[in-house]
């Protein structure tokens, strides 16, 4: 029997490829598949993942910062007169200019609604409207009502309440009225207020207890009676309670001062003198 030669058949000819193509699947399969490119570790994809997530935190912070609620606006809108006022002045140049006057008068009950907001024409000539703090301009006073129907309205206000505000001494005295000390909650003379003893300026306060910004440039007295109020009222239990105990002490020391002793000679006098 005669050997017969088997020809081996080229699987790409079998398959029925191109030439070409076949000779560049031989080139791909003799370098071998490229390997894959590790796989990134967790500190790498929380590193890589970082920045994307810190934009998604930020954007509900600046939101936040637009939509925050000003602790100065009022809960609700009950403008009754309340046991509890607040008050501040703005006030005007008169005289030489260096004397100040009532030029503005606000007023708002323990919620912080305004129950009283009333522009004051001066008695004297203004001859300074210190608009850049008190944000009072000549037009303002033009139609203001005069000095003593504010003064009297608000000395009816005030009566019998308790009267808040900063510096309240200031105000009382261009109003040209006083208040019973027992009766006053000045936020400028609270103790835990106070800073190595001095007295701060509300705006300081304001910023560091209720995280508000006021007083940036011209004053509004209404949210300035607003921040002092609402100070007294975050404190107010304590700011009561010492309150109390300063006047039980005073009342305590007055029973124990000594009482004064009859003159010598108020002894010796004889009421009933003997008729001669």
Wanted: proline share 7%; net charge positive; hydrophobic share 30%.
């Amino acid at each position: 029997m005669g050997s017969s030669r088997v020809k081996q058949k080229n699987p790409s000819n079998q398959l029925g490829l191109n030439p070409n193509w076949a000779q560049l699947q031989q080139k791909l399969k003799s370098h071998g598949p490229k390997p894959k490119p590790p796989r990134p570790s967790n500190n790498a994809q929380a590193q890589t993942q970082k920045p994307i997530l810190g934009k998604r935190k930020e954007r509900p912070d600046a939101e936040s910062d637009d939509s925050r609620i000003n602790p100065l606006v009022p809960i609700n809108d009950d403008s009754s007169v309340t046991d509890v006022i607040g008050m501040d002045c703005e006030m005007v140049g008169v005289g030489q200019g260096n004397k100040s006057a009532l030029g503005r008068v606000s007023l708002v009950n323990k919620w912080g609604n305004v129950i009283y907001d009333e522009f004051a024409r001066p008695i004297e000539r203004v001859v300074d409207f210190r608009t850049e703090i008190s944000g009072i301009r000549p037009r303002d006073l033009r139609k203001a009502k005069d000095f003593q129907v504010v003064q009297k309205t608000v000395a009816e206000i005030m009566k019998g309440r308790i009267l808040v505000g900063h510096a309240l001494h200031n105000d009382l005295k261009v109003l040209l009225l006083s208040h019973p000390k027992k009766d006053l909650r000045d936020t400028s003379e609270y103790q835990p207020f106070l800073k190595e003893g001095g007295r701060r300026a509300l705006r300081y306060l304001a910023a560091e207890f209720l995280g508000v910004q006021i007083q940036n440039g011209e004053h509004c007295p209404i949210d300035d009676a607003r921040a002092a109020m609402l100070l007294y009222q975050k404190n107010r239990k304590v700011w009561e309670k010492s309150v109390k105990d300063k006047i039980r002490l005073q009342q305590k020391q007055r029973r124990r001062k000594p009482k004064k002793k009859a003159k010598q000679g108020d002894l010796l006098v004889d009421h009933n003198p003997s008729t001669s």
